[in-house]
């Protein structure tokens, strides 16, 4: 099975596809093509996408049992001892993590509750 990820692609492109792919979604193509087919539509998919990215992802006899091709994609496949797996670009900006506010979790609201209680029993006596 092979499933194809078009963006910012001409039509043309698109159109070519459609040959040998079902197209469930603008620019998400699927479909069972044999490797000869699969290997020269991405092929094309590399002459014509111009400005456009592509990812591509098969299935293959591996243990991981698919593999994937990329082009001019943000993200670069990796392999790390012999599992292909996606590298997300480093920004280097720590700031956009995004932390929890204080008093989010049941943890914290029932720890606040016990304070309450014990703050609240320290005054009667």
Not at 41 to 52: F, N
Not at 69 to 81: F, N, Q
Request: glycine share 8%.
């Amino acid at each position: 099975m092979v499933v194809l990820v078009l963006t910012a692609c001409p039509a043309g492109l698109r159109g070519h596809l459609t040959r040998w792919f079902l197209e469930i979604s603008p620019g998400v193509f699927v479909g069972v093509p044999t490797a000869r087919v699969r290997d020269l539509a991405w092929q094309r998919v590399v002459e014509l996408a111009k400005d456009g990215r592509a990812i591509m992802i098969y299935s293959t006899r591996t243990e991981q049992r698919l593999a994937f091709k990329v082009h001019r994609h943000d993200w670069e496949p990796v392999d790390i001892d012999g599992i292909h797996l996606m590298r997300r670009p480093h920004t280097g900006n720590t700031s956009t993590t995004v932390k929890p506010r204080p008093g989010w979790s049941k943890a914290s609201r029932y720890r606040k509750a016990t304070q309450r209680r014990t703050a609240h029993n320290g005054d009667e006596k």
